[in-house]
């Protein structure tokens, strides 16, 4: 059960609550303003409980006229969090752009030792407790009195992966809390600027559908990259993160 435990903090670790608010139908990215660096608040930056190992570094630059998110890892973990104000259950799609700088082809998301991404665009959704299979339900359970956080109870993620086709769909490898959904994978060429527009209530009910038949509210929205596991370093960058 312990390694059970330190498991699911690790793969649940970005969708730990805050106290930051978001407003719905904007860019989230705005929230930036004129300021270059560390991401301000809302924005927060979210890493596993006690975490020893290098954290994934994000800041705002300048490219071309524009602020967008760098995200870069060095055999590193992190997650950078904004919440939503109270539990939204009128959002519908999610859009933003991506490019992937220097990637990581030793990832392998089927395995723990591989499951690191470049890039990763998620979303956290607050899924009711009644829904997760007992045995999932009574580890999250115990995690959440162990970390003192309301861990997330179901997580879409959109990642870039060099090694699987678009549209692959498959469980994080360490809890199944976390679903993962491949958009440029195999084949797609790096340092080239991507659009992404996703409908998040079919997609929801796409990887969790076998849990829910409705979509819950809507919890945060989050950036994530990490290269801890396969000890390598990757580059990528974001822009125009918008939640409708």
């Known amino acids: 059960m312990k390694r059970s435990l330190i498991a699911l903090a690790e793969a649940l670790s970005l969708c730990l609550p805050g106290v930051a608010l978001a407003t719905e139908g904007a860019n989230l990215l705005t929230d930036f303003g004129g300021a270059l660096g560390t991401p301000p608040a809302p924005w927060r930056f979210v890493g596993l409980p006690n975490q020893t190992k290098p954290m994934t570094q994000f800041r705002v630059i300048a490219q071309e006229g524009a602020r967008v998110l760098e995200v870069k890892t060095d055999e590193s973990y992190g997650n950078l969090v904004h919440d939503l104000t109270g539990a939204s259950s009128n959002v519908r799609t999610l859009s933003w752009r991506w490019r992937i700088e ?3 082809p030793a990832g392998d998301p089927n395995t723990r030792s591989g499951d690191d991404h470049p890039l990763a665009v998620c979303a956290m959704f607050d899924l009711p407790l ?3 299979p007992f045995t999932e339900r009574q580890v999250l359970r115990a995690a959440r ?4 956080e309301n861990l997330a109870t179901a997580t879409l993620c959109y990642t870039w992966d060099e090694r699987l086709a678009p549209s692959t769909v498959l469980d994080s490898p360490f809890t199944r809390r ?8 195999t084949g797609e060429p790096l340092q080239q600027w991507r659009r ?3 409908d998040l209530r079919a997609d929801f009910l796409k990887l969790f559908g076998d849990e829910s038949s ?7 929205v989050a950036v994530s990259a990490d290269s801890d596991n396969t000890h390598r370093h990757t580059l990528a960058l974001l822009s125009d993160l918008v939640l409708r």
């Not at 009195?145 to 003192?148: C, I």
């Not at 976390?178 to 994978?185: A, E, F, K, Q, T």
Request: glycine letters at 10%; zero cysteines.
């Open 102 to 104: 220097q990637g990581n």
């Open 130 to 132: 009644s829904a997760v």
């Open 145 to 148: 009195l162990t970390s003192g």
């Open 178 to 185: 976390v679903r993962n959904m491949v958009l440029r994978g």
């Open 196 to 198: 992404e527009q996703r």
């Open 214 to 220: 409705t979509v819950p509210p809507l919890l945060s």
